[in-house]
């Protein structure tokens, strides 16, 4: 081979291998990551038994309680997500709430502020989880002195827990 056929070849494998890592790095992220509430934060993975939380960049949060094959809602223009728990903590030798160390909040009303405006009111479910799509930006989520502060980007999911209430027992 010639000199001219080896610095084209050369040149040919150095616009292949560009092409390619370009292409690797546009590429989004299409894998669900998991997480579940453990009783005080969230953790990733899923969870022996109980629900958990599906996110994937740029797509609306799933709350699940068994794997299954999850359809991806894209999360519109502009926008993030809130997936979250509402619990109550739970404490002391009498209490056995599965040994999780929390009751879910089932069914409350949770109020979603912007400064003092309400953006959005959501209802938890019965494994006391619940999910928002919002505009980025800051909010806080409940009413003090149960309240918490989450901020929201647009094409990610910002996961919450907000304690409503603590039980202990002797």
Request: aromatic share 6%; glycine share 14%; net charge positive.
């Given at each position: 081979?010639?000199?001219?056929?080896?610095?084209?070849?050369?040149?040919?494998?150095?616009?292949?291998?560009?092409?390619?890592?370009f292409a690797g790095a546009k590429r989004k992220d299409v894998a669900w990551n998991y997480y579940h509430f453990n009783g005080s934060s969230f953790v990733a993975g899923q969870p022996k038994e109980g629900p958990f939380v599906a996110l994937?960049?740029?797509?609306?949060?799933?709350?699940?309680?068994?794997?299954?094959?999850?359809?991806?809602?894209?999360?519109?223009?502009?926008?993030?997500?809130?997936?979250?728990?509402?619990?109550?903590?739970?404490?002391?030798?009498?209490?056995?709430?599965?040994?999780?160390?929390?009751?879910?909040?089932?069914?409350?009303?949770?109020?979603?502020?912007?400064?003092?405006?309400?953006?959005?009111?959501?209802?938890?479910?019965?494994?006391?989880?619940?999910?928002?799509?919002?505009?980025?930006?800051?909010?806080?989520?409940?009413?003090?002195?149960?309240?918490?502060?989450?901020?929201?980007?647009?094409?990610?999911?910002?996961?919450?827990?907000?304690?409503?209430?603590?039980?202990?027992?002797?």
């Open positions: 081979m010639s000199a001219a056929s080896h610095l084209l070849f050369a040149g040919l494998i150095v616009v292949v291998v560009s092409v390619t890592a994937r960049e740029g797509a609306i949060p799933v709350v699940l309680t068994k794997p299954v094959q999850i359809e991806a809602v894209a999360l519109p223009s502009g926008k993030g997500a809130v997936a979250g728990i509402c619990y109550i903590q739970s404490s002391g030798g009498k209490l056995r709430g599965g040994g999780n160390g929390y009751v879910p909040a089932s069914g409350l009303q949770v109020k979603i502020f912007s400064g003092n405006s309400v953006v959005t009111t959501v209802e938890t479910d019965e494994n006391g989880y619940f999910t928002a799509v919002l505009n980025a930006g800051n909010y806080r989520i409940g009413n003090p002195p149960l309240a918490i502060e989450v901020s929201i980007a647009h094409g990610t999911t910002t996961l919450a827990s907000l304690r409503t209430g603590k039980r202990m027992v002797d």
